[in-house]
């Protein structure tokens, strides 16, 4: 088992409102450790005090990595509060989502009420609303809080794409502050929102963090950056300054991870690295299993290497 540098203790926890100017950077969508099916809340609390450590600007819990959709609406709020907990002053978004836009209303308040800094809510999936559709659908979802809310564009999933008209037209509510987008690699549509749109854009491909960045994007939010947020953040400084030699070999060093983290399933292969990290058990709940032999294979040859970088 590969070791990590010890952790810091956690900060008090914030009670102020987080700014639009600290949704950038690199967030992770934190995995949900199990242990025989439970919640592994002290494994979270240790993962969460690892990514701080390493210096990740902010934190997502019940995202798609943490496997949200097999969890009761309980065990999502023990998450929220131990990674609150433990997190101080880093913000910590909660996602949301669903079809149902009058039962996702009550969540969005109780989301709240449980202490979540910011929502990240992506569109009703399965049932392929219309352009109009989407946009009432969040503007009844924003009008049941005060928090900021992220956009989640991920049309692979939901089975629609948030247009950059329907975009523009919610970011006209500052309480929109940024948009995760993962359309697949469509780069007109991600220049439109970086150059047409007030939000903070953050990639929510992992490959594409780079160029995201080069683009004049913010950032990114990113299952991979479990492993090394810190190269993230390094990389992301390069592109700010104009070092883009720099960046780009940070690009290519963590692109053969990247791969490898996203050539099975979303999260198994990232929990696989985790668990080797000593980190958490390599334990998911159906539907979703565990990552292949061959890939644990590859995994334990290429850590070493990144950990060392």
């Not at 978004?93 to 149902?100: A, F, P, V």
């Not at 564009?153 to 987008?181: C, H, M, W």
Request: proline fraction near 7%; glycine fraction near 8%; charged fraction near 15%.
């Amino acid at each position: 088992m590969m070791t990590v540098p010890s952790t810091t203790n956690p900060v008090s926890p914030s009670t102020t409102t987080t700014p639009v100017t600290a949704f950038s950077g690199i967030w992770v969508p934190l995995v949900t450790p199990f242990h025989h099916g439970k919640l592994d809340l002290p494994a979270m609390q240790k993962l969460t005090l690892d990514l701080l450590a390493r210096g990740v600007d902010g934190l997502v819990v019940c995202g798609t990595t943490g496997e949200a959709a097999t969890q009761t609406e309980a065990e999502q709020f023990e998450q929220l509060a131990v990674v609150k907990a433990a997190a101080g002053k880093t913000p910590v978004l909660m996602g949301i989502s669903g079809s149902n836009t009058a039962e996702m209303t009550g969540l969005v308040e109780r989301a709240e009420r449980h202490g979540a800094d910011g929502l990240l809510i992506s569109a009703p999936a399965y049932v392929r609303p219309s352009q109009a559709g989407i946009r009432l659908h969040f503007e009844m979802l924003v009008a049941a809080t005060r928090l900021p809310i992220v956009l989640y564009n991920i049309p692979y999933r939901t089975g629609v794409n948030i247009e950059i008209d329907t975009v523009k037209a919610l970011s006209a509510n500052p309480q929109f502050v940024a948009i995760k987008e993962s359309g697949g690699g469509n780069l007109a549509q991600l220049t439109a929102l970086i150059e047409q749109t007030p939000l903070k854009v953050l990639s929510g491909e992992d490959h594409l963090i780079f160029i995201t960045a080069c683009l004049g994007g913010h950032g990114g939010i990113s299952a991979a950056a479990h492993i090394r947020p810190d190269l993230y953040r390094k990389m992301l400084a390069h592109v700010g300054a104009g070092e883009l030699p720099q960046a780009r070999a940070i690009a290519q060093a963590l692109a053969p991870l990247i791969k490898l983290l996203f050539s099975e399933p979303n999260p198994a292969p990232v929990k696989a690295a985790l668990a080797m990290l000593g980190l958490i058990r390599n334990e998911l709940r159906l539907p979703m299993t565990p990552a292949s032999s061959a890939l644990r294979q590859q995994l334990e040859q290429i850590l070493p290497t990144v950990m060392a970088l």
